[in-house]
């Protein structure tokens, strides 16, 4: 016999005017893709499975006569000839186990029959009192429509498999990360690795991305109703997947001077965002249900601006796919020669990943007439019209060691004296990490010498006590010098390492910076850099 249907979900949205969620209106919404299953109802075997269509239907042939019952899971997967996916919500303070949502047996007789599933949002008057069906749906659904944003541009796309990992559970706590009872932290995406979890053996963090849920009585954050957050955290699946992450990732925010590589990754995500919703507004729901944060990719936040903002970076990028003429905005490239530029060149790019390393390939995907609209957009964030390393940039965003970006340093030439320093005490802001460019003409065993050495012309400076030393060839960390020191003066050594042929990236910094030895975040410290060999 036939047994057909719908399969939905209520999507909780944004009220149309004030801030927040509006639960007390839901949407019901299609469940777009994901795999429905007839089950024996005696044994939950699988008697015959599909997938819905765009419009939530389903259709099965099982046997007459028979107890069965629904199985809508939350899940959407396709496998065989590109394109391929596999996209699923499991509970991380569950073991891990996939969300489903069965409907009750019935016996399938002799007649086809019609059997509607609706994951209910479980909220009740003023808080949740039921089971919150409709999260994973409404997870899945987002993931559903960024998923097709990129087949628009690469249709026979082959998705690695991804997680996403949510529970009522999981909430913003400050401090260690321990997944498995819900501490996650914030909503994010990881690659995994080991080290990254406090509650698994050995620390390994599954890949994936995590998303929280914890209603808290009120006074807590969940994001499975916030489309923006789950398509900005899709966006960088995407750039680790199919292009080059180089972010070093860590606290931001919208007034932060960031480290280039987390200010074009963090602004990517928020572009990604406002281009799969096509909508500029970003809205984070807060506080349970009944606040939220919000800005919008479209309007010119001048607060900080320059290539060290993610705001700046995810303005151009919004600039250049939407089609809304506005000031400085006379560009609309859609989304396909953005998508080919940050899997293509952006990827290969030997400079680290940043908005310059961006719009500089794009320059070469774009008709010669196009590049002058591009860079009106530069120039009116404050960034300069520069190669992929940003050569010539001469806003600093007021911090006296971030420029020149990118200096030069070759083998067996005088020590050169580089010098860090930050507005805060975190490593990953705007000036705290230097970057120095090594041309090697031909394969070599090379050896990096790093001292730490105050600045002659500057009386304030400090000597670096415990420098580390990053060398980075497109994208992959090749050396590591990172040994443990805590006096002013000590030097890190990379000693006679292999360096192919082809420019290399050194990236040095004070790791003990944030100790404040100097009694001041602003205070340079300094350590001078040589190359040796070849």
């Known amino acids: ?316 990028l919004w600039d250049l796919f939407d089609s809304v003429a506005d000031a400085g905005d006379q560009i609309a490239l859609g989304f396909a020669p953005i998508y080919s530029t940050l899997i293509g060149p952006q990827k290969n790019t030997e400079a680290l990943t940043s908005i310059f390393s961006f719009v500089d390939a794009l320059r070469g995907k774009v008709d010669p007439s196009q590049v002058s609209g591009i860079d009106a957009l530069l120039t009116g964030e404050s960034i300069s019209v520069a190669n992929a390393f940003g050569d010539g940039e001469m806003n600093g965003g007021g911090s006296t060691t971030s420029l020149p970006i990118y200096e030069d340093v070759s083998s067996n030439q005088p020590p050169l004296l580089v010098c860090g320093s930050a507005a805060d005490t975190s490593r990953n802001k705007l000036g705290y990490r230097r970057f120095l460019r090594l041309n090697v003409p031909a394969a070599a065993t090379l050896t990096i010498t790093v001292i730490g050495a105050t600045d002659p012309g500057n009386p304030v400076s400090v000597a670096a006590s415990d420098p580390d030393i990053f060398v980075h060839r497109r994208g992959a960390l090749v050396h590591v010098g990172e040994t443990t020191t805590n006096t002013p003066g000590s030097s890190e050594v990379i000693d006679q390492k292999p360096f192919d042929a082809g420019l290399h990236v050194i990236e040095v910094f004070d790791y003990a910076f944030t100790t404040g030895i100097s009694g001041n975040a602003n205070v340079p410290h300094c350590m001078t850099v040589s190359v040796t060999g070849g």
């Not at 399969?7 to 927040?20: M, N, Y």
């Not at 995406?189 to 080991?194: I, N």
């Not at 506080?287 to 970076?313: I, Q």
């Open 1 to 316: 016999m036939t047994v057909s249907g719908r399969i939905t979900f209520d999507r909780i949205a944004f009220k149309s005017s004030g801030l927040g969620l509006n639960p007390g209106a839901p949407i019901e919404s299609p469940a777009r893709l994901v795999t429905v299953e007839a089950l024996d109802a005696s044994n939950s075997t699988i008697l015959a499975a599909t997938a819905t269509d765009a419009n939530g239907d389903y259709s099965l042939q099982v046997p007459s006569n028979r107890s069965v019952k629904i199985r809508a899971k939350a899940q959407m997967m396709q496998s065989g000839a590109a394109p391929t996916w596999n996209f699923r919500v499991l509970n991380n303070t569950n073991g891990n186990a996939l969300y489903a949502l069965d409907g009750s047996s019935f016996d399938t007789g002799t007649a086809n029959s019609t059997r509607n599933l609706r994951a209910a949002s479980g909220w009740g008057t003023t808080s949740y009192t039921g089971p919150r069906a409709a999260a994973p749906f409404a997870i899945l659904d987002t993931i559903y429509s960024a998923r097709s944003l990129v087949l628009s541009a690469v249709a026979d796309t082959a998705f690695p498999a991804l997680d996403l990992f949510w529970s009522p559970s999981n909430r913003p706590t400050i401090g260690e990360r321990c997944t498995t009872n819900g501490d996650i932290g914030t909503t994010f995406f990881t690659p995994g690795g080991a080290n990254a979890d406090n509650c698994t053996q050995g620390g390994a963090l599954a890949a994936g991305i995590y998303i929280l849920g914890d209603f808290a009585g009120g006074s807590g954050d969940t994001d499975e109703f916030d489309q923006h957050v789950i398509a900005h955290e899709f966006g960088h699946y995407i750039e680790n997947t199919f292009s080059r992450a180089d972010s070093i990732g860590g606290d931001h925010g919208a007034p932060d001077r960031v480290d280039l590589r987390l200010a074009f990754g963090e602004g990517w995500g928020n572009a990604y965002s406002g281009m799969v919703l096509n909508d500029p507004l970003y809205r984070d729901s807060d506080g349970g249900v009944d606040t939220e944060g919000r800005f919008n990719l479209e309007t010119d936040n001048t607060v900080v601006e320059g290539w060290f903002s993610e705001f700046s970076v995810h303005e151009i």
